[in-house]
């Protein structure tokens, strides 16, 4: 795949996007984007290297230039030669650099490729530069960045290029079992055995617009099984829709994005030693006694609940949260547009917050499927959940759906499957999660994402086994008994609070949250720090324990009261 590569002299380099005659030096000022039509130029690694990280503190590690040609191949070029021509190509020992620094001032460590060197195949020093960044940063404790750039395992290398995969994915799996964030950054191409396994193995994958990632490339499978593939076929966007990467980014704006996503990977301090002190705003705004909470009618509950206008969980996170950085993709079949999350900080604190997205006009409920997930998006939040507790993060969950999506697709999927294990995941997490029914709190599509250690409601909010109108359907046959259905299910802040099933209920605005949104966040901030603030006390082995006991709890009084009879 020849285009221009970057150490070469001269001037002007044609853009393999539009056409366009561009200026050398302008285009490295530009990051090396067409500024014409925004294609993505190869990047060296010095300069990728460079474009990322800050100046201050740059170091760069020696890696070993251990390409030994073991299996005296020869193909046109001995492999030595093609090694000697590679190195004078790209003025690099090897097709990888490893560096350690900051971006923005969040440490890491990060090992680039480079394609211009062998089309950044994977060779045994390859493999070896990869673990050993990881091990460098298992034993400095700081993120580990991949910037993945590679056409496939190094022929020339034979099965021990091969053996690189096992190699570089099991150096993947101890920053795991450390609680390491590892970040790939997925740049045209990335193919073959470096796509099937250290570059997809990272906790967040992050691609540039445009760039291909895949095990085969199109022309084998086209040449080995005749398939027709789509357009932008592996393309970022291509694999974005189907739940495989987190996000996209434009190169001007990887920076940022890695900034962001490292100071979620940071040991974070827990919310007591930044979070606004004492028991100011939290305590006057929520409730923890029924008794002193206005009652609520439940058919004027369900109706505030559903109102268009209330704040949706992109509302609370754009007020309640900062840097919120939004992770999609179940990373097996799709993303599911009615639940968001990501890592974000709650003040000062670093927390992962996941939450039933529903809009606020048709287009965009539409858009989000009306809040009601499917499989891929309980599998994106079961995806998000381990990676919580894998960085100890504290959970916060922001539960809004009518119930879990009804249909075929979802069906087929696996509905019933993916909220089961949501579900039991919530339960082991190793990390404090406090759950806040900020609207409708619909079925087994709610609960997968409320199995807390405290459960907070707004006060309008309601929270029930199934719709009223489902309800009224199914034991009364008539949809418009609806209201006094949403009577009897005691579905209302006040009602469940007394059941015990909420912890605490947040006082909405006078009228209802939708009235004024940013005092409805204020509430919810400062509700959400305090809870964080007490359960971020308590040992990972308690939280789950006492996590356990709550929800064990539910219904021991009917067995009393049945044992009674007998
Ligand atoms: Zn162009």
Redesign the pocket.
């Known amino acids: 795949m020849p285009t221009q590569d970057a150490t070469s002299d001269t001037a002007w380099v044609i ?1 393999p ?2 056409g ?1 005659v ?1 200026y050398r030096k302008r285009l490295a000022r530009e990051l090396d984007v ?1 500024h ?4 993505h130029h190869r990047v060296g690694a010095r300069a990728r290297v460079e474009q990322l990280l800050d100046d201050a503190g740059l170091e760069w590690v020696d890696v070993p230039e251990r390409s030994a040609d073991v299996l005296n191949f020869v193909d046109t070029l001995p492999y030595p030669a093609r090694l000697s021509r590679a190195r004078r190509a790209t003025g690099l020992g090897e097709g990888v650099v490893v560096v350690t620094g900051t971006v923005a001032g969040n440490p890491l460590v990060a090992a680039v490729m480079d394609f211009g060197f062998m089309g950044g195949s994977l060779g045994s020093a390859i493999g070896e530069a990869v673990v050993r960044a990881a091990d460098l940063a298992l034993r400095r404790r700081v993120p580990l960045v991949l910037v993945c750039a590679s056409g496939g395992a190094r022929m020339q290398e034979g099965a021990l290029a091969l053996m690189q995969m096992a190699k570089t994915s099991q150096a993947l799996a101890q920053l795991d079992e450390a609680g390491i964030l590892t970040i790939s950054v997925i740049t045209d191409p990335t193919f073959g055995g470096v796509a099937a396994s250290f570059a997809t193995l990272c906790d967040v994958l992050v691609a540039e617009p445009r760039a291909r990632l895949g095990f085969a490339g199109p022309r084998v499978i086209e040449q080995t099984i005749r398939q027709k593939l789509p357009p932008h076929f592996q393309t970022a966007e291509f694999l974005l829709e189907r739940g495989l990467i987190d996000v996209i980014r434009p190169r001007r704006a990887l920076r940022a994005t890695l900034a962001r996503l490292l100071a979620a990977g940071r040991p974070g301090p827990t919310p007591s030693g930044t979070g606004p002190g004492g028991a100011g705003p939290a305590a006057e705004s929520v409730i923890r006694d029924p008794a002193r909470l206005p009652s609520v009618d439940a058919w004027t509950a369900v109706r505030t609940a559903r109102d268009l206008d209330r704040p949706t969980t992109l509302d609370h996170i754009a007020h309640v949260f900062d840097d919120f950085e939004e992770l999609r993709g179940d990373r097996v079949s799709g993303d599911c547009p009615a639940i968001v999350g990501g890592p974000a900080v709650l003040n000062g604190c670093p927390v992962m917050v996941i939450g039933h997205q529903k809009g606020h006009s048709f287009g965009e409920l539409r858009a989000r499927n009306h809040g009601m997930a499917t499989p891929q998006g309980y599998r994106k939040a079961v995806r998000l959940m381990r990676m919580a507790a894998k960085l100890s993060l504290p959970l916060i969950t922001l539960i809004d759906t009518p119930g879990a999506y009804p249909g075929l697709e979802a069906e087929e999927s696996g509905q019933a499957m993916a909220i089961a294990e949501a579900i039991r995941c919530m339960g082991g997490l190793p990390t404090p999660i406090v759950s806040c029914v900020i609207g409708e709190g619909g079925s087994g599509g709610a609960l997968a994402i409320g199995v807390a250690d405290e459960v907070l409601m707004c006060s309008n909010a309601t929270y029930s086994v199934i719709s009223p109108e489902g309800c009224a359907s199914i034991l009364w046959q008539d949809r418009a008994m609806a209201p006094v259905a949403a009577e009897a299910l005691h579905l209302t802040a006040p009602q469940l609070l007394r059941l015990g099933i909420a912890d605490g209920v947040i006082l909405e605005p006078e009228g209802g949250a939708q009235r004024d949104r940013a005092l409805m966040a204020e509430r919810l901030r400062a509700a959400l720090t305090d809870s964080l603030r007490n359960l971020s006390l308590i040992e990972p082995d308690e939280l789950r324990k006492t996590r356990r006991a709550r929800f064990r709890s539910f219904g021991e009084t009917a067995d009393i009261g049945e044992a009674a009879f007998t």
């Open positions: 853009c996007g539009c366009e561009l067409c014409g039509c925004g294609h």
